[in-house]
Nanobody, 113 residues
Framework: VQFVESGGGLVQPGGSLRLSCAAS????????MGWYRQAPGKQRELVAS???????NYAGSVKGRFTISRDNAKDMVYLQMNSLKPEDTAVYYC????????WGQGTQVTVSS
């Protein structure tokens, strides 16, 4: 099992980023997938999820700003993040909602002026 996240970086408030996650070693097309984040001193939280059929769900703090999508042919999941806020600063991870181990390294997103 491997998850490789990419696309993070430093962005100003109001900016956008697109995160990508390559999954391997799992039956990707059969699984609901999620993007999680962990800010310093806080627990990891689920921010967006997508079912095998493409139905999506979002945490209230990101609804209307983030969009999760997936490509079952490539075993990839994406997170488009718009109107970023300083409180979105965190390390972002992807995983199946079943939470396979090990988790990936994550990708750092820093929102700061």
């Amino acid at each position: 099992v491997q998850f490789v996240e990419s696309g993070g970086g430093l962005v100003q408030p109001g900016g956008s980023l697109r995160l990508s996650c390559a999954a391997s070693g799992i039956a990707f097309s059969f699984l609901a997938m999620g993007w999680y984040r962990q800010a310093p001193g806080k627990q990891r939280e689920l921010v967006a999820s997508i079912t095998r059929g493409g139905n999506t769900n979002y945490a209230g703090s990101v609804k209307g700003r983030f969009t999760i999508s997936r490509d079952n042919a490539k075993d990839m999941v994406y997170l488009q993040m718009n109107s970023l806020k300083p409180e979105d600063t965190a390390v972002y991870y992807c995983n199946a909602l079943l939470n396979f181990d090990p988790w990936g390294q994550g990708t750092q997103v820093t929102v700061s002026s």
